[in-house]
C-alpha cells in the first residue's frame, strides 16, 4: 500500500478544538460513540452475510475495549466489515466534514453544541476530546482486502498507510492526553460501559473477571470450585423490550424493573410500546408504588437509541405527567447526541409524546374496566397520575373522565358521573349548584366530618400534593359543580339551601353575645359572627374561607400565588345564638364568668381544628381543670 499524507478539508477554522473543548458536555461520551460505531460494523456485517454479499465466515460477534496504562491508550475493537483505505478517506475524512463549513456556522449560533452535532457524522472525533493521537487499523470484508492504518494528531492533518490488522474489523487506538488520565482507569471505563453499553445485541467484551466451577469432590464427598478467568461481558441477554410481548411472562417484565432498580418496591403493573408506523419506539414503562412522594421519582425513565443509553431526562419525550413512571423507551428516530431544542422542535417526539399518553389512557381504561376491585386498591398509587394528567394534558383527561376515581372518607370510590348522582339529592343548594365538601385531614377534621355525616352528607377525602389544583380543575369542568372543604364555613352556609332558621336571641341579645365573644378573643385576624344555626350545631365555630384557603395552600406548594402566602390569615368564627351556651353565657351575671365560658367555647373550636398550640392550650387546660 502506497503511503499517503493529507489534510482533511476544512474551509474555516479549525474543528478540533471545539470537539476537544464545547462538543459534548460530558468527555465520557467518547466512549459510547466509538462503541456504538462498533457495533454498527457487526451488524452491518451481519446484513451483508444475510443478503449473500458476504460469503465469508461471520464468526461470533464481540466488541472488545482494553485499557493499556503503560502505554495510556485505550482500544475499541470489532470484528464487523472493517473499512478499505478508499474507504477511511471517504468516511472518516470526507463525510464526517463535508458539512463543515455549516456546522462551524451552527455552532456559532447554537446555545448548545450538542444540538447539532449527531447531524454532522462526528461522533468518531468524540475520541479527539480525550486523545493526543487517534489511530485505525482496519480490514475490510472485501476479498483481497489489505489492511489500512490512519492515523491523525487532532490537527486537519492525517496519515494513511498499511496497517497491522490480520482479521476482518477494526481498532479504534485512543493515545489519552494527560488531562483525562481518568480514563485510563480500568473501574471508570467498566463504569461507562454498564451505563451505556448495558443493552447493546452485540457482546461487549472489557477483560476478564474471576469466575467459581464446580471442580470435582473432596476426600469427603463435598464438592469442590475451582476460580477460572471467563470474558468480562458487560451487556447480558436480550432487552425484552426488544422481544414481542407475547413471549413474555409476568416474572419477566418483574425481574427486568429488579434490574434497573434493585433496591425499588415492585410495581403496580407495566405497559409494553411497540410501534412501527409512524415512527419506530419500543419499550415498557413500569407504574411505580409511589403513593404521595412526587419529588424524589423524577428521571426514572431511560432514553435509548438502537439500545444504545442517551439520557434518563425525558422530559420532552415523555408528557409531564408521566414522568413518574419508570422504564426504558428506546427509539432510532432520536439521534444519540440529543438535545433539548432538538426535543421540542422535532415532530417525531411529539408524536411519541402523543402516543404515550394514548397508551396510558388505554392502559388504566382496561385495567378499570376489567378489574374496578383491583384498580380501586392501587388508587393510592395510580391517581397521582391521572389527576397530574387531568391537570396538564387535555387530552388524557377526555379519557381519564371514565376513569378518575373520588374517594370518600368511608373509603368508597366512585367515578365522577356516580358521585354526582350520589350527592345530587341532598347536597344541591338553593341555586341549583351540586355541593361537593372535602377533608385534607380527616383526623384532624372529625368533627366537622360527623356534622357533615348526621345532616345526610358525604365528604370527599382530597390529601393529595395536587388536590388543589385538581379540585380546581373538577370545578371548571363540572357543570353547576361548588368543592368546598368541610370546615371553610358553617355547614348551613356551605351548601345554602335557602331554609331561614329563627333566632332564639333578640336583636339585643345577638348584639351582646357577639360584644362578649369579641372581648374574650384575644387572637388576631379572628372575625366574629353571631349565627341562626341548629341547636345540635357546635356552640362556636372557627372556619376560613374557600378561596383565601386554597391559595394559601396553592402558595405553600409554589403555586404562583406567592401573594396570597405573604397575607396574614383570617379566620371566620360562628358563634351559634341557637345553641344552649349562648343563652347560659348570657344568663350569667359576672363578666368573667361570661368571658371564661366564652373563651373556653372558642378554645374548643380551635381544639376542632388542631389550632390550640403552645400558651394558648396550656391556659384552656388550666381553665378545663378549675372549671371541673
Given at each position: 500500500?502506497?503511503?499517503?499524507?493529507?489534510?482533511?478539508?476544512?474551509?474555516?477554522?479549525?474543528?478540533?478544538p471545539?470537539?476537544?473543548?464545547?462538543?459534548?458536555?460530558?468527555?465520557?461520551?467518547?466512549?459510547?460513540?466509538?462503541?456504538?460505531?462498533?457495533?454498527?460494523?457487526?451488524?452491518k456485517?451481519?446484513?451483508?452475510?444475510?443478503?449473500?454479499?458476504?460469503?465469508?465466515?461471520?464468526g461470533?460477534p464481540l466488541?472488545?475495549?482494553?485499557?493499556?496504562?503503560?502505554?495510556k491508550?485505550?482500544?475499541?475493537?470489532?470484528?464487523?466489515?472493517?473499512?478499505?483505505a478508499?474507504?477511511i478517506?471517504?468516511?472518516i475524512?470526507?463525510?464526517?466534514?463535508?458539512?463543515?463549513?455549516?456546522?462551524?456556522?451552527?455552532?456559532?449560533?447554537?446555545?448548545?453544541?450538542?444540538?447539532?452535532?449527531?447531524r454532522f457524522?462526528?461522533?468518531?472525533?468524540?475520541?479527539?476530546?480525550?486523545?493526543?493521537?487517534?489511530?485505525?487499523?482496519?480490514?475490510?470484508y472485501?476479498?483481497?482486502?489489505?489492511?489500512?492504518q490512519?492515523?491523525c494528531?487532532g490537527?486537519?492533518?492525517?496519515?494513511?498507510s498499511?496497517?497491522?490488522?490480520?482479521?476482518?474489523?477494526?481498532?479504534?487506538?485512543?493515545?489519552v492526553?494527560?488531562?483525562?488520565?481518568?480514563?485510563?482507569?480500568?473501574?471508570?471505563i467498566?463504569?461507562i460501559?454498564?451505563?451505556?453499553?448495558?443493552?447493546?445485541p452485540?457482546?461487549?467484551?472489557?477483560?476478564?473477571?474471576?469466575e467459581s466451577?464446580p471442580?470435582?469432590?473432596?476426600?469427603?464427598?463435598?464438592?469442590?470450585?475451582?476460580?477460572?478467568?471467563?470474558?468480562?461481558?458487560?451487556?447480558?441477554?436480550?432487552?425484552?423490550?426488544?422481544?414481542?410481548?407475547?413471549e413474555?411472562?409476568?416474572?419477566?417484565?418483574l425481574?427486568?424493573?429488579?434490574?434497573?432498580?434493585?433496591f425499588?418496591?415492585?410495581?403496580?403493573?407495566w405497559?409494553?410500546?411497540?410501534?412501527?408506523?409512524?415512527?419506530?419506539?419500543?419499550g415498557?414503562?413500569?407504574?411505580?408504588?409511589i403513593?404521595?412522594?412526587?419529588?424524589?421519582?423524577?428521571?426514572?425513565?431511560?432514553?435509548?437509541?438502537?439500545?444504545?443509553?442517551?439520557?434518563?431526562?425525558?422530559?420532552?419525550?415523555?408528557?409531564?405527567?408521566l414522568m413518574?413512571?419508570?422504564?426504558v423507551?428506546?427509539?432510532?428516530?432520536?439521534?444519540?447526541?440529543?438535545?433539548?431544542?432538538?426535543?421540542?422542535?422535532?415532530?417525531n417526539?411529539?408524536?411519541?409524546?402523543?402516543?404515550?399518553?394514548?397508551?396510558?389512557?388505554?392502559?388504566?381504561?382496561?385495567?378499570?374496566?376489567?378489574d374496578?376491585?383491583?384498580?380501586?386498591e392501587?388508587?393510592?398509587d395510580?391517581?397521582?397520575?391521572?389527576?397530574?394528567?387531568?391537570?396538564?394534558?387535555?387530552?388524557?383527561?377526555?379519557?381519564?373522565?371514565d376513569?378518575?376515581?373520588?374517594?370518600?372518607?368511608?373509603?368508597?370510590?366512585?367515578?365522577l358521573?356516580?358521585?354526582s348522582?350520589?350527592?345530587a339529592?341532598?347536597?344541591?343548594?338553593k341555586?341549583?349548584?351540586?355541593?361537593?365538601?372535602?377533608?385534607?385531614?380527616?383526623?384532624?377534621?372529625?368533627?366537622?366530618?360527623?356534622a357533615?355525616?348526621?345532616?345526610?352528607?358525604?365528604?370527599?377525602?382530597?390529601?393529595?400534593?395536587?388536590?388543589?389544583?385538581?379540585?380546581?380543575?373538577?370545578?371548571r369542568?363540572?357543570?353547576?359543580?361548588?368543592?368546598?372543604?368541610?370546615?371553610?364555613?358553617?355547614?348551613?352556609?356551605?351548601?345554602?339551601?335557602?331554609?331561614?332558621?329563627?333566632?332564639?336571641l333578640?336583636?339585643?341579645?345577638?348584639?351582646?353575645?357577639?360584644?362578649?365573644?369579641e372581648?374574650?378573643?384575644?387572637?388576631p385576624?379572628?372575625?366574629?359572627s353571631?349565627?341562626?344555626?341548629?341547636p345540635?350545631?357546635?356552640?362556636?365555630?372557627?372556619?376560613?374561607?374557600?378561596?383565601?384557603?386554597?391559595?394559601?395552600?396553592?402558595?405553600?406548594?409554589?403555586?404562583?400565588?406567592?401573594?396570597?402566602?405573604?397575607?396574614?390569615?383570617?379566620?371566620?368564627?360562628?358563634?351559634n345564638?341557637?345553641?344552649p351556651?349562648a343563652?347560659?353565657?348570657?344568663?350569667?351575671?359576672?363578666?368573667?364568668?361570661?368571658k371564661?365560658?366564652?373563651?373556653?367555647?372558642?378554645?374548643?373550636?380551635?381544639?376542632?381544628?388542631?389550632?390550640?398550640?403552645?400558651?394558648?392550650?396550656?391556659s384552656?387546660?388550666?381553665?378545663?381543670?378549675?372549671?371541673i
Open positions: 500500500m502506497i503511503q499517503e499524507k493529507g489534510s482533511i478539508s476544512i474551509h474555516t477554522e479549525n474543528i478540533f471545539i470537539i476537544k473543548k464545547f462538543l459534548y458536555s460530558d468527555h465520557e461520551i467518547f466512549l459510547r460513540e466509538l462503541v456504538s460505531n462498533a457495533v454498527d460494523a457487526i451488524q456485517a451481519k446484513r451483508l452475510a444475510s443478503l449473500g454479499q458476504f460469503n465469508g465466515e461471520i461470533a466488541v472488545q475495549v482494553k485499557v493499556d496504562k503503560e502505554a491508550t485505550i482500544t475499541v475493537s470489532d470484528n464487523g466489515i472493517g473499512m478499505t478508499d474507504e478517506k471517504k468516511y475524512n470526507q463525510i464526517a466534514f463535508s458539512g463543515a463549513e455549516e456546522f462551524m456556522e451552527k455552532f456559532k449560533e447554537a446555545k448548545d453544541a450538542s444540538e447539532i452535532i449527531g457524522g462526528l461522533g468518531f472525533y468524540s475520541a479527539f476530546m480525550v486523545a493526543d493521537r487517534v489511530e485505525i487499523q482496519t480490514l475490510s472485501q476479498p483481497g482486502a489489505e489492511p489500512a490512519w492515523t494528531d490537527s486537519t492533518e492525517f496519515e494513511i498499511a496497517g497491522s490488522r490480520t482479521t476482518r474489523g477494526t481498532d479504534v487506538i485512543l493515545y492526553n494527560e488531562e483525562n488520565k481518568e480514563f485510563l482507569e480500568e473501574g471508570r467498566e463504569s460501559l454498564k451505563k451505556y453499553a448495558k443493552f447493546l452485540v457482546p461487549v467484551q472489557f477483560g476478564t473477571k474471576t466451577e471442580d470435582g469432590e473432596d476426600a469427603e464427598g463435598k464438592p469442590k470450585y475451582k476460580e477460572v478467568e471467563v470474558p468480562n461481558i458487560i451487556n447480558t441477554g436480550v432487552p425484552i423490550w426488544t422481544i414481542a410481548p407475547s413474555l411472562k409476568k416474572e419477566d417484565y425481574n427486568f424493573y429488579r434490574e434497573l432498580y434493585p425499588s418496591e415492585d410495581p403496580l403493573f405497559i409494553h410500546l411497540n410501534v412501527d408506523y409512524p415512527f419506530h419506539l419500543t415498557v414503562l413500569y407504574f411505580p408504588k403513593k404521595n412522594d412526587i419529588e424524589l421519582q423524577r428521571n426514572k425513565i431511560q432514553l435509548y437509541s438502537r439500545q444504545v443509553f442517551i439520557t434518563d431526562e425525558v422530559k420532552d419525550i415523555v408528557p409531564e405527567f413518574l413512571l419508570h422504564g423507551i428506546d427509539s432510532p428516530d432520536i439521534p444519540l447526541n440529543v438535545s433539548r431544542s432538538f426535543l421540542q422542535s422535532d415532530s417526539v411529539k408524536k411519541i409524546n402523543t402516543y404515550i399518553t394514548r397508551k396510558v389512557a388505554d392502559k388504566l381504561a382496561e385495567l378499570f374496566k376489567s374496578r376491585k383491583s384498580y380501586e392501587k388508587w393510592g395510580i391517581g397521582i397520575f391521572v389527576k397530574y394528567g387531568s391537570i396538564s394534558d387535555p387530552k388524557f383527561w377526555e379519557r381519564a373522565k376513569f378518575v376515581l373520588l374517594e370518600n372518607t368511608k373509603k368508597e370510590y366512585f367515578t358521573s356516580e358521585y348522582e350520589k350527592v339529592p341532598t347536597q344541591t343548594d341555586d341549583g349548584n351540586v355541593v361537593y365538601l372535602y377533608t385534607p385531614n380527616p383526623e384532624r377534621q372529625d368533627g366537622y366530618i360527623q357533615a355525616n348526621k345532616k345526610g352528607y358525604d365528604v370527599l377525602l382530597m390529601n393529595s400534593p395536587l388536590d388543589n389544583h385538581f379540585i380546581s380543575h373538577l370545578e369542568d363540572l357543570e353547576k359543580t361548588q368543592i368546598k372543604r368541610v370546615d371553610a364555613d358553617v355547614l348551613e352556609k356551605l351548601i345554602d339551601k335557602g331554609e331561614e332558621v329563627a333566632s332564639n333578640s336583636e339585643e341579645q345577638t348584639k351582646e353575645i357577639k360584644d362578649i365573644y372581648k374574650a378573643i384575644t387572637q385576624g379572628m372575625e366574629v353571631v349565627e341562626n344555626l341548629s345540635e350545631a357546635m356552640p362556636v365555630t372557627v372556619t376560613m374561607d374557600e378561596f383565601m384557603r386554597r391559595m394559601k395552600d396553592m402558595a405553600a406548594l409554589g403555586g404562583g400565588m406567592s401573594f396570597y402566602g405573604s397575607m396574614p390569615d383570617r379566620y371566620k368564627v360562628a358563634v345564638a341557637n345553641h351556651l343563652t347560659k353565657i348570657l344568663s350569667e351575671t359576672n363578666d368573667d364568668t361570661r371564661a365560658l366564652a373563651q373556653q367555647a372558642f378554645d374548643l373550636a380551635l381544639l376542632a381544628q388542631g389550632m390550640l398550640t403552645g400558651a394558648a392550650l396550656t384552656f387546660v388550666e381553665r378545663s381543670m378549675k372549671m
